[in-house]
């Protein structure tokens, strides 16, 4: 059972190193959010907009998508009716632990080739056979007969060198078109810009040639939060990595926005569901 601060909570930890689900229903959080893993989503039955960022992609059934952490994403039912998917979280180390030298498994969640987008759409055969191998892993999951967790490692390892050899062969294939709406694209291409700085929703206006509330309004509609609130987020996501790396609290602090220790602090807090020191023990014990 997932815990309920894991659909709430800015921070999602995956709370495994593999984590196989299947859903027939709109599930998590409805706003842009990120995870400390990387995920694999295959949509089997629906039709979606899947907002990644600056882009947004009307998908079908039997397309993929490679996600990596940090990647602010949602996904947006076109058909209420009908929507089934299957979702892999991967942590980081269960990646490395499995990776060779002549095969990265994260190839397919890192490398983006001429900017394309982490989308493959599958051929029907490709489709039917990453069906198998997805329902396979759910039976294993359900499954506490001997060998289960090396027959789960098996199949998780078959199923990413095949997903791997889907998005290197389709580097040479047209890009799919981006349907993200131009003014969030371009709000979200300034925030990241300039993150780190204090600016006013009129000076937001100023730089996009609209009204400041229409922005806050078109913004909202696509990412599900508020400007303030994607800021908040990004920082304290920026905040996460510099605690990561050993970087002192009020460093981490400092170098992600937040102007004095114990206002960082606090945020960090109420957000992440603990405090930043306890953040920090936890990802680096």
Do not use: W
Request: proline fraction near 5%; hydrophobic fraction near 35%; charge should be neutral.
């Amino acid at each position: 059972m997932i815990k309920e601060e894991y659909f709430e909570r800015i921070y999602n930890p995956i709370p495994e190193d593999l984590f196989v689900r299947y859903s027939d229903k709109l599930e998590g959080q409805p706003f842009y959010h990120t995870h400390n893993g990387y995920e694999l989503y295959f949509l089997v039955n629906g039709i979606v907009n899947y907002y990644i960022d600056q882009r947004c992609y009307r998908i079908d059934p039997g397309t993929i998508i490679a996600m990596k952490p940090g990647e602010y994403h949602r996904v947006e039912m076109l058909d209420e009716s009908i929507y089934k998917r299957f979702v892999i979280n991967i942590s980081n180390r269960y990646l490395e632990a499995h990776s060779t030298a002549r095969t990265n498994l994260k190839d397919c969640f890192q490398k983006r080739f001429e900017d394309k987008p982490p989308v493959v759409v599958l051929s029907k055969e490709q489709a039917e056979e990453l069906l198998v191998l997805y329902n396979s892993l759910l039976d294993l999951k359900n499954s506490s007969e001997y060998g289960q967790d090396v027959a789960t490692s098996s199949y998780v390892m078959l199923l990413l060198v095949k997903v791997n050899l889907l998005f290197f062969n389709n580097k040479d294939n047209p890009p799919m078109p981006n349907v993200m709406p131009p003014l969030v694209d371009r709000t979200i291409e300034y925030i990241n810009e300039h993150l780190l700085d204090t600016f006013s929703l009129d000076e937001l206006s100023e730089k996009l040639y609209y009204n400041g509330t229409y922005i806050s309004r078109k913004f909202k509609a696509i990412t599900g939060l508020s400007i303030q609130q994607y800021i908040l987020r990004k920082r304290i996501y920026l905040a996460q990595n510099y605690l990561s790396e050993g970087k002192s609290v009020t460093e981490s602090g400092m170098l992600s926005g937040f102007g004095d220790y114990s206002n960082f602090s606090k945020i960090f807090k109420k957000n992440v569901g603990v405090s930043p020191k306890q953040y920090q023990k936890r990802v680096l014990d």
